[in-house]
């Protein structure tokens, strides 16, 4: 991602981020945001690894965002599109966190991480 690039992304959540929500043990507050993502998972030298799909975001912040989806992530780095701002990102999955009682679903964290775009 050039630096163009990161700023109209960071300048997009900056946008996304007017409501107020708590802090808890987090650095950055996130905010609830319910936003389309496409997500395409990434090798280490982040080159394609397997089909996009598309999810939405449960929370954003300025250094991540969560979405829930009904497979674990078993990648280490993600794209994310944000699709109605045409502005994509690389992502490091944080957890992969298994919330589902009766039926699979996982909670996704991910931190924004600069890569080669």
């Avoid at 163009?4 to 996304?16: A, C, K, N, T, Y």
């Avoid at 300025?62 to 078993?74: D, Q, T």
């Avoid at 045409?86 to 996704?108: E, F, K, M």
């Amino acid at each position: 991602m050039n630096h163009g690039q990161q700023m109209e992304f960071s300048r997009i959540v900056d946008s996304l981020l007017d409501a107020p929500d708590d802090f808890g043990r987090r650095k950055e507050k996130r905010h609830c945001r319910s936003i389309s993502l496409q997500i395409q998972p990434l090798d280490h030298d982040f080159h394609h690894d397997g089909e996009p799909f598309w999810v939405i975001s449960r929370d954003v912040s300025g250094r991540g965002l969560a979405f829930i989806n009904s497979e674990r992530i078993n990648h280490d780095y993600l794209r994310i599109g944000l699709m109605e701002h045409n502005v994509t990102v690389i992502a490091q999955v944080r957890h992969s966190t298994s919330i589902g009682d009766h039926y699979p679903l996982y909670l996704i964290g991910v931190e924004f991480v600069v890569g080669p775009e």
